[in-house]
């Protein structure tokens, strides 16, 4: 019954950078867990970073890691991801999607914000 909306894609060039934001609502909000995903055309949809409510622990796919951090504001249930030095393989579309447990899947996903990195 909650909500996740994606903002904040766009096309860039190599080596820029982005900040996505994803807010929470309804019963997203007592999710123990905020994650980012991506998917490029043709190929399965991939974890890139998340980070818990509680105590803001952050994790990373070895990809990213270095240049992406993932954040969170709790008072506005808003998760931010911040994408540094942007390569063409990070041309995906976006997601981000909450747990309500540690051990849980995903369950609850937004609809995703197209982010495109030319060359």
């Known amino acids: 019954q909650g909500q996740l909306v994606e903002s904040g894609g766009g096309l860039v060039q190599a080596g820029d950078s982005l900040r996505l934001s994803c807010a929470a609502s309804g019963r997203t909000f007592r999710s123990y867990a905020l994650g980012w995903f991506r998917q490029a055309p043709g190929k399965e949809r991939e974890f890139v970073a998340s980070i818990t409510w509680g105590d803001g622990s952050a994790y990373y796919a070895d990809s990213v890691k270095g240049r992406f951090t993932v954040s969170r504001d709790a008072d506005k249930n808003t998760v931010f991801l911040q994408m540094n030095s942007l390569k063409p393989e990070d041309t995906a579309v976006y997601y981000c999607?909450?747990?309500?447990?540690?051990?849980?899947?995903?369950?609850?996903w937004g609809q995703g914000t197209q982010v495109t990195v030319s060359s």
């Open positions: 999607a909450t747990k309500v447990r540690s051990f849980s899947q995903y369950d609850s």
